[in-house]
């Protein structure tokens, strides 16, 4: 009864435990990496501001427009501007007034800093999509570190039961005393390297899973189990396209490039706006309004009402301003010297991420060329690594070779797997990374 208990208690438990666990793919990481990703979200704000300035700028051309009412109280002498006299006693007065003004002419100062808003918004928007592009690629890469040491795992496990069949065999051949002690010691002595071996790689895979987790801004308490990439041989050994191709496709796509030639441009216009600043600023302005005084008092010394003061003592005004910037104490000169500055360095950053992105699609391009033509021979390698394993394996159950012999065709075959995985793993990586660097990826999303 205690055991039939025992082995529900241990079913239930087994049930929970797979259920609790967090399956994901690298579509899900990639998404969820996205989503959590903070630099993503700053980059996102900043464009949100971006946005409000270029709106500020396009609001720039619109005319100012003010109210403002006042009160006041005064006590001696003094000159009534509302009586037109010199009075010497306590003083009520007020006023309302409304004024506009309109810039006619600046430079041209205004629709540069319109156009440099709008360029700064696009670059904006493009680094949006450069952290985006960054993102992808390090959760790639931090998913095929993980799926490629389970597939590892997988070999060293399955190594392991073979050898442990092998130990079996042989400690049952001597205990039937048709076996040997030096067989039993050497299977033991290779299991237990064996087990050593998985255990490196279960805290390897560890470790990796923690990467990722933590890549992802998860919770690494949570249990997670990431599902493996599937893929065909043919894809595996599909024909690669033209490095030429690649590159200038990866060039023409570059989010990091796009925003690189939107922040040289602005910077551009930032220059014209300092050289502009020497020229002329032509505005215009008018005003409506009307005042009242305690002073202003009818014949027979009461003050005049102050709605009729209002209504007589209306005043309107209209003008035009000129400004002329004859010295400006060097600030206009040293302005346009900091930005032809700022315009050379655009140009060396917009240089510097054409390099950076050639020299990574070259490194991702060789890699994957290299990786396609060790996958092919890795393949047909641990064909012939099998076969003569088999071979091997059979001649030593049947004690015409000896333990070294048998394990050496063994550790090939280990080999052989491995190196297979790696490559295959390698194509995976290098594909999908020149995938994002083209923008084929989102395309196949």
């Given at each position: 009864m205690k055991k039939i208990i025992y082995t529900l208690f241990a079913t239930v438990f087994l049930i929970t435990s797979v259920s609790a666990q967090r399956v994901l793919t690298l579509d899900e990481c990639i998404q969820i990496a996205l989503d959590n990703n903070l630099d993503i979200k700053r980059a996102r704000n900043e464009a949100i501001s971006a946005r409000a300035g270029y709106t500020r700028s396009k609001f720039d051309f619109l005319p100012d427009l003010s109210a403002g009412a006042s009160h006041r109280w005064s006590e001696g002498l003094s000159f009534d501007q509302t009586s037109g006299t010199r009075v010497n006693t306590t003083t009520l007065g007020g006023g309302a007034s409304i004024g506009a003004s309109v810039t006619i002419f600046s430079g041209f100062s205004k629709n540069l800093e319109l156009s440099r808003s709008k360029l700064l918004l696009e670059a904006n928007e493009q680094t949006i999509e450069s952290n985006i592009q960054s993102i992808e690629g390090n959760v790639v890469g931090a998913f095929l570190q993980v799926v490629s040491t389970q597939e590892n795992l997988k070999i060293a496990e399955q190594t392991f039961g073979l050898l442990k069949e092998q130990l079996d065999r042989e400690e049952q051949r001597e205990k039937a005393g048709v076996g040997d002690m030096e067989r039993v010691?050497?299977?033991?002595?290779?299991?237990?390297?064996?087990?050593?071996?998985?255990?490196?790689?279960?805290?390897?895979?560890?470790?990796?899973?923690?990467?990722?987790?933590?890549?992802?801004?998860?919770?690494?308490?949570?249990?997670?189990?990431?599902?493996?990439?599937?893929?065909?041989?043919?894809?595996?050994?599909?024909?690669?396209?033209?490095?030429?191709?690649v590159s200038e496709k990866s060039l023409a796509h570059s989010p990091a490039i796009k925003a690189s030639v939107l922040n040289l441009e602005a910077t551009k216009k930032s220059y014209k706006i300092a050289q502009y600043a020497w020229m002329p600023r032509l505005s215009a302005s008018a005003s409506y309004g009307s005042n009242w005084s305690s002073n202003l008092r009818n014949q027979d010394g009461s003050v005049v009402d102050i709605s009729s003061q209002l209504e007589n003592n209306i005043n309107k005004g209209a003008g035009l301003n000129l400004s002329i910037p004859l010295f400006t104490n060097f600030q206009n000169r040293t302005r346009v010297q900091q930005t032809k500055i700022q315009v050379l360095n655009s140009e060396i950053g917009l240089q510097q991420e054409k390099n950076n992105l050639t020299n990574q699609v070259q490194r991702a391009y060789l890699d994957l060329v290299n990786a396609k033509t060790s996958y092919a021979a890795a393949k047909e390698s641990l064909v012939n690594l099998q076969m003569a394993f088999e071979f091997a394996k059979s001649r030593y159950e049947n004690g015409t070779i000896d333990f070294v012999t048998y394990l050496t065709s063994l550790n090939g075959k280990n080999t052989g797997e491995l190196q297979l995985v790696q490559a295959k793993y390698t194509i995976l990586f290098r594909q999908l990374i020149l995938d994002i660097y083209t923008g084929e990826l989102n395309n196949q999303n």
């Open positions: 010691y050497n299977f033991r002595s290779q299991v237990a390297q064996q087990n050593l071996r998985i255990v490196e790689l279960t805290n390897q895979l560890k470790s990796s899973e923690l990467v990722l987790v933590q890549l992802l801004l998860l919770d690494p308490t949570e249990d997670f189990n990431f599902q493996g990439v599937s893929i065909e041989d043919a894809e595996l050994e599909a024909q690669i396209a033209d490095f030429s191709e």
